[in-house]
């Protein structure tokens, strides 16, 4: 590890999956969602969700470019009024209205991983730290609550640029805000696809492989919390 981050000035991280990880185990179907809908969803498929999940999110990529939490849990709110009406849930509007703010405002939904902050701070003394992360606008209350925002000196969002990774441009706007050269950086994220990305440009990638499903093979280096960084 010594060998890869020598002569680097700065790590950038993702978040979900690299730093938190969500409460219920789903991000968007959160504990909330799941008082209120568990019951529901008993006759439904495994398949039939998964549909219903990809024509919300499918919403959701289309129309990414928001600028405030307001519009964020306005986005949630047509996210499960899809999910409903997919899956015959008769969520009323009140409780699509009530999801969408518990997804938007209610930290509890997120979980920093054992060591996580520990590792950061430590990291941040000896490098700048920047995140990539393909997000909303309560990321940044996400951060503080957890108490790590004030750690990174500064953040490239997907709904600020309206374009996720691996789309070049989040790598590139991370890249002018911290002024360095792409072969001094270091990218972690749980996805291969994410991490090929970065190196397209010269950014190291590594892959954090905390939630198991990101324990692939793939020729990056791998970790499996950001304590083996140090």
Known sequence: MNELLSGKSVLFLDVGYTIDYPASGDWMFTKRFY???????????AEQIRRAKAAGVDYLLKNHLIRSEKEEAER??????????ALGLRLTEDEIKGLA??????MDNYVLYPGAKQAIEALSKT??????SDTWPSIENQLRTLGVRQYFSFATYSFALGVFKP???MYLDALRKCGVDARE?????DSPENLEGAAKLGITPIL???NPASDVEMPYCKIHALSELL
């Open 185 to 189: 950086t270091v990218f972690v994220d």
């Open 208 to 210: 954090i492989a905390a």
């Open 127 to 132: 490098y700048r730290l920047g995140i990539i």
């Open 167 to 169: 789309d070049p441009r």
């Open 101 to 106: 703010e518990d997804r938007t405002w209610n």
């Open 35 to 45: 008082e209120l809908a568990a019951d529901r969803m008993k006759h439904c498929a």
């Open 76 to 85: 949630f709110q047509h996210y499960y009024r899809i999910v409903s009406e």
